[in-house]
């Protein structure tokens, strides 16, 4: 037996699809505007995952120059057949629905295969029947015309695998289990015991979340739904419940007759949600043949027992994180804002530092700026950098950002003000900028930690030049960089930063570390 501790990746990570490749499991998640995007992680026991790396790592992979950070890359599916892995997703931002495949999950992954106007909507999924037809499944408007928002249906329609194109007539089998349902979503399709099972969220993916199951003999009709649905939700237990919003599930099986959901949740703090929605598993039984999630239970456990052999990883993902840059490739745990941008860094003109440019663009801005940053992961850490920078023109900042969008952040920045050098705390709220605390710094030692305490949802900045740490802010909100208060589909990203803010600047700051901590 191993323990499975939820939620099992701990953060920014929705919309979660799994696939088992002999005893081998594989799950990937949304990544937005993110880049690299859709991170994939893999286990032998569900219990301990490793993240081995991100399927959208090149730009030609990854069109989404100036979006908003909620557009981009939306709900990933991946699948194993008959030695090839294969990713569907929609790009909302450029190209839709598109499909890239790899004989190693770990990488590389093709180029996209764009299924084009044929394909309308989003979060797409595939299906391999038993014959090894391959069939597409996704969302798309009510073609009678949408008469409210969210007024959607699931439809699916054969692919050619030699083409990477649509065939034959689609249809749609599903609307969803509620009468006048909104979003119905994220559909996956299972044939187990001579039914095709397909399974979905809907309701949206806020406090109505959930999911629901449908079955049918025949792929290409109506499909009947289960007269429990939704199957699973949390929309009944309140917004001050620990865990909300669940929903978004995708089965698998272990091969010797246990099955398994994973799925989106997430865990707010004072009712928002800094860290967005994090995957977490449940066991699945089934009864007349449907299937039951957490059964006796009815919610999503914080611990659970599943008959697994434990299988210890070398690098599995935990609360915390500590980031050096003594190889010759960025830390796969790292994310930029639309891609990674060799531009923007170096790894290679410093050894054991990370260089960011001084470039016009601002985190302010929908822009690929020089940030990089990890998803948070608890509400009570710290996080930590230490960085050489000396400013030259006013314009240029170096620091640390706590990022949920262009228009909901606070930086921590090293800058020049009236001619002296300083440490500025600003917040950035509706697009509104305010500092927060000016520090002077008149110290000679070149490295300065910066270190950003946070305890639910306030928080403490503090610097450190020599051997005395200087507090420069106190009781910050962090309210503002929520969901509930920004918008959008994310979760919080921290990391490292630096920019000229709209002037040309030859200047750059070395980062020689980034640390998050749980408390």
């Not at 009712?271 to 089934?286: C, D, I, N, P, Y």
């Not at 990890?374 to 314009?395: C, D, W």
């Amino acid at each position: 037996m191993v323990t499975v501790k939820n939620p099992i990746l701990c953060g920014f990570y929705p919309d979660p699809s799994i696939c088992r490749a002999g005893e081998d499991y594989y799950i990937v998640n949304s990544s937005f505007v993110y880049g690299p995007g859709v991170p994939v992680f893999h286990s032998r026991d569900l219990a301990h995952w490793e993240q081995i790396g991100n399927i959208l790592d090149r730009k030609e992979q990854l069109p989404v120059k100036g979006s908003e950070i909620s557009e981009g890359i939306y709900a990933p599916t991946i699948r194993y057949y008959n030695g090839t892995f294969y990713m569907i997703t929609t790009n909302v931002s450029y190209g839709g629905n598109f499909i890239v495949t790899a004989k190693n999950p770990a990488g590389p992954w093709s180029d996209p295969y764009y299924l084009g106007e044929e394909a309308p909507g989003i979060d797409p999924s595939l299906f391999f029947d038993d014959d090894g037809k391959c069939y597409y499944c996704g969302t798309r408007p009510n073609p009678e015309g949408v008469r409210y928002n969210g007024d959607w249906e699931i439809w699916v329609q054969e692919l050619d695998l030699n083409t990477m194109k649509l065939v034959g007539e689609s249809m749609a089998i599903w609307k969803g289990a509620v009468k006048d349902v909104i979003w119905p979503e994220g559909p996956h399709l299972y044939k187990i015991d001579g039914y095709y099972y397909l399974m979905h969220a809907e309701g949206g993916t806020g406090p109505e979340h959930s999911i629901s199951i449908a079955r049918s003999k025949k792929l290409f009709q109506w499909f009947e739904g289960c007269p429990r649905n939704p199957i699973f939700t949390h929309r009944n237990l309140g917004m001050d419940y620990p865990v909300v919003y669940a929903g978004h599930g995708d089965l698998v099986d272990d091969g010797h007759g246990n099955w398994y959901v994973v799925m989106l949740a997430s865990r707010p703090c004072e009712r928002h949600s800094s860290m967005g929605r994090e995957t977490f598993l449940a066991k699945v039984t089934w009864e007349n043949g449907w299937p039951v999630i957490a059964e006796g239970v009815g919610h999503l456990e914080e611990e659970l027992e599943i008959p697994m052999e434990e299988c210890r990883l070398t690098e599995e993902v935990g609360a915390s994180d500590y980031i050096q840059f003594w190889d010759a490739k960025l830390d796969k745990r790292l994310v930029s804002i639309e891609s990674l941008n060799g531009e923007t860094y170096s790894l290679t003109e410093r050894a054991g530092m990370l260089r960011l440019y001084n470039r016009k663009e601002r985190i302010a801005d929908k822009n690929n700026c020089a940030y990089f940053g990890i998803r948070q992961k608890s509400y009570q850490f710290y996080a930590e950098t230490g960085v050489e920078f000396e400013p030259v023109q006013e314009k240029e900042t170096a620091g640390m950002v706590l990022y949920q969008n262009h228009a909901n952040h606070l930086r921590m920045e090293i800058m020049r003000r009236d001619g002296r050098k300083c440490f500025a705390v600003t917040s950035c709220i509706q697009g509104e900028e305010k500092i927060i605390s000016v520090t002077p710094m008149d110290g000679n030692e070149k490295i300065t930690r910066i270190r950003i305490l946070c305890d639910r949802q306030k928080a403490c900045v503090w610097i450190q030049t020599g051997e005395e740490w200087i507090l420069c802010a106190k009781d910050i909100s962090l309210l503002p960089y929520t969901t509930e208060e920004a918008g959008g589909f994310v979760g919080c990203t921290i990391g490292m930063y630096a920019s000229a803010n709209g002037v040309e600047s030859q200047n750059h700051a070395d980062f020689g570390w980034f640390l998050q901590k749980a408390l």
